[in-house]
């Protein structure tokens, strides 16, 4: 098959070819920054994710379940996540009082401690992007939610939190609207991780 953005001769004459390769190479980075930040603090990639997450977000979001949602993952690889976590003294269960089986996981000091320091492992990705302008940075916004999209509906990642899963989101007139908020959203203002957000009903969750 010679017409695949990993055919150098198809990409010489092929935007799009080329964009798939630099989408390629960025996710790629991604993970590389992911793993050596993980390297240094004795966890693994998602250890790492999970700790930050856990950090910015409030009680209903941090349940096993949830995780596993966000982050494409099932529920016992999340589990065994979480229990290796404890082990290390790095987070904790709080139980509700009345369910045995469902818990929050709350940070301790020393998960807090270590999260603080691993949150900002994306800076070298950052960089760049805060050198573009602000309608650069607006219009690589809307290109990429668009891709985003367009890759929830075809079943392929779940977009817990943003607004295009949300019910308080409306499209008016070919305009985005927040119920919540009452008011019209910009491009640049579509949330990718609202803390307001609420779950469409009948959004596909790929793990259910
Ligand atoms: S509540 Fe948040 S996620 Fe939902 S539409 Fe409004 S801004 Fe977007």
């Given amino acids: 098959m010679s017409n695949t953005p990993f055919n150098p001769e198809y990409q010489t004459n092929n935007i799009e070819g080329k964009i798939i390769t630099a989408l390629e190479r960025i996710s790629e980075s991604f993970r590389v920054l992911l793993w050596n930040e993980s390297k240094q603090h004795g966890l693994s990639p998602i250890q790492v994710q999970i700790l930050i997450f856990l950090s910015f977000h409030e009680d209903e979001k941090r349940k096993v379940s949830y995780l596993a949602d966000g982050f494409n993952m099932t529920k016992a690889t999340v589990s065994d996540t979480i229990k290796t976590l404890e082990k290390k003294g790095l987070i904790l269960k709080e139980y509700a009082p009345n ?49 985003i999209k367009h890759l929830n509906k075809a079943n392929i990642i779940t977009v817990q939190r943003m607004c295009f899963s949300c019910s308080y989101y409306q499209k008016k007139e070919n305009q985005h609207f927040c119920k919540l908020l009452n008011q019209q959203l910009q491009s640049s203002d579509i949330r990718v991780d609202c803390p307001e957000h609420q779950q469409q009903i009948g959004v596909v969750n790929l793990k259910n």
């Fill in 99 to 147: 369910d045995t089986r469902s818990y929050f996981i709350n940070l301790t000091s020393k998960g807090q401690k270590t999260s603080n320091q691993i949150a900002n492992f994306t800076q070298e990705l950052q960089h760049p992007i805060s050198k573009l302008d602000d309608q650069a940075q607006k219009d690589m916004l809307q290109y990429l939610l668009g891709i």
